[in-house]
Protein backbone atom coordinates (compact mmCIF):
# COMPACT_ATOMS: atom_id res chain seq x y z
CA UNK A 1 0.00 0.00 0.00
CA UNK A 2 1.03 3.21 -0.97
CA UNK A 3 1.67 5.86 1.62
CA UNK A 4 2.72 9.33 2.63
CA UNK A 5 4.36 10.67 5.94
CA UNK A 6 4.86 13.65 6.96
CA UNK A 7 7.73 15.06 9.56
CA UNK A 8 8.76 18.35 10.58
CA UNK A 9 5.81 20.58 11.70
CA UNK A 10 5.94 21.89 15.39
CA UNK A 11 6.00 25.08 16.94
CA UNK A 12 7.52 28.84 16.22
CA UNK A 13 7.14 31.99 17.00
CA UNK A 14 6.28 34.40 14.54
CA UNK A 15 9.30 35.21 11.83
CA UNK A 16 10.57 31.90 12.50
CA UNK A 17 11.51 28.90 10.08
CA UNK A 18 10.17 25.45 9.51
CA UNK A 19 11.09 22.64 6.91
CA UNK A 20 8.28 20.01 6.44
CA UNK A 21 8.95 16.55 4.61
CA UNK A 22 6.58 13.77 3.16
CA UNK A 23 8.30 10.74 2.14
CA UNK A 24 6.53 8.00 -0.25
CA UNK A 25 6.53 4.61 0.76
CA UNK A 26 5.59 1.33 -0.55
CA UNK A 27 4.90 -0.07 -4.28
CA UNK A 28 5.22 2.66 -6.21
CA UNK A 29 5.60 2.53 -10.15
CA UNK A 30 6.12 6.66 -10.23
CA UNK A 31 5.06 9.77 -8.66
CA UNK A 32 3.54 12.76 -10.93
CA UNK A 33 2.77 16.05 -9.03
CA UNK A 34 3.55 16.35 -5.19
CA UNK A 35 1.82 19.15 -3.45
CA UNK A 36 1.25 20.66 0.09
CA UNK A 37 -1.88 21.82 1.42
CA UNK A 38 -3.11 23.09 4.73
CA UNK A 39 -6.10 23.64 6.67
CA UNK A 40 -6.85 25.95 9.97
CA UNK A 41 -9.43 25.47 12.07
CA UNK A 42 -12.86 26.47 10.40
CA UNK A 43 -11.31 26.90 6.71
CA UNK A 44 -11.61 24.59 4.20
CA UNK A 45 -8.47 23.09 2.54
CA UNK A 46 -6.17 24.69 0.36
CA UNK A 47 -3.31 24.79 -1.75
CA UNK A 48 -0.24 26.06 -0.21
CA UNK A 49 2.60 24.85 -3.24
CA UNK A 50 2.67 21.97 -6.12
CA UNK A 51 5.73 20.87 -8.00
CA UNK A 52 5.29 18.51 -11.22
CA UNK A 53 7.30 16.27 -11.81
CA UNK A 54 9.23 18.18 -14.49
CA UNK A 55 9.88 21.08 -11.58
CA UNK A 56 6.63 23.27 -12.76
CA UNK A 57 6.01 24.99 -9.17
CA UNK A 58 2.68 26.68 -8.60
CA UNK A 59 2.28 28.43 -5.08
CA UNK A 60 -0.37 30.18 -3.50
CA UNK A 61 -0.52 33.93 -2.97
CA UNK A 62 -0.12 33.93 0.74
CA UNK A 63 3.14 32.09 0.70
CA UNK A 64 5.09 33.38 -2.34
CA UNK A 65 8.31 34.70 -1.45
CA UNK A 66 8.60 33.11 2.05
CA UNK A 67 7.71 29.23 1.15
CA UNK A 68 9.78 27.06 -1.45
CA UNK A 69 8.17 23.26 -2.78
CA UNK A 70 11.31 20.87 -3.53
CA UNK A 71 11.15 17.34 -3.88
CA UNK A 72 13.76 14.64 -4.40
CA UNK A 73 12.98 12.38 -6.52
CA UNK A 74 15.28 9.92 -5.57
CA UNK A 75 13.89 9.57 -2.55
CA UNK A 76 10.47 10.18 -3.13
CA UNK A 77 10.08 13.23 -0.89
CA UNK A 78 8.93 16.21 -1.00
CA UNK A 79 9.63 19.53 0.87
CA UNK A 80 8.33 22.53 2.07
CA UNK A 81 10.68 25.35 3.23
CA UNK A 82 8.48 27.85 5.33
CA UNK A 83 10.28 31.43 6.04
CA UNK A 84 9.24 34.02 7.85
CA UNK A 85 6.44 32.18 8.93
CA UNK A 86 3.10 34.39 10.44
CA UNK A 87 0.50 33.30 12.82
CA UNK A 88 -1.78 32.89 9.95
CA UNK A 89 0.28 29.81 8.65
CA UNK A 90 -0.83 28.28 11.59
CA UNK A 91 -2.59 25.05 10.15
CA UNK A 92 -2.33 21.27 9.80
CA UNK A 93 -0.37 20.93 6.67
CA UNK A 94 -1.08 17.80 4.10
CA UNK A 95 1.05 16.35 1.58
CA UNK A 96 -0.72 15.35 -1.58
CA UNK A 97 0.96 13.70 -4.11
CA UNK A 98 -0.53 12.01 -7.95
CA UNK A 99 1.24 8.48 -7.61
CA UNK A 100 1.12 5.23 -10.07
CA UNK A 101 1.50 2.20 -7.90
CA UNK A 102 3.86 -0.84 -8.94
CA UNK A 103 1.10 -3.11 -9.52
CA UNK A 104 0.66 -0.52 -12.38
CA UNK A 105 -2.84 0.20 -11.98
CA UNK A 106 -4.67 3.87 -12.74
CA UNK A 107 -2.67 6.51 -10.64
CA UNK A 108 -4.69 7.88 -8.13
CA UNK A 109 -4.04 10.75 -5.29
CA UNK A 110 -2.80 10.38 -1.72
CA UNK A 111 -2.82 11.96 1.25
CA UNK A 112 -0.29 12.02 3.99
CA UNK A 113 -1.63 11.97 7.75
CA UNK A 114 -0.70 15.83 8.19
CA UNK A 115 1.65 17.38 10.64
CA UNK A 116 0.68 20.42 12.92
CA UNK A 117 2.33 23.79 12.13
CA UNK A 118 1.41 26.33 15.05
CA UNK A 119 2.81 29.68 14.62
CA UNK A 120 2.82 31.72 18.11
CA UNK A 121 2.46 35.93 17.62
Known amino acids: QVQLVESGGGLVQTGGSLRLSCAASGSIFSINDMAWYRQAPGKQRELVAA???????NYADSVKGRFTISRDNAKNTVYLQMNSLKPEDTAIYYC???????????????WGQGTQVTVSS
Open 51 to 57: ISSGGRL
Open 96 to 110: NANIQPGELGWSSYY
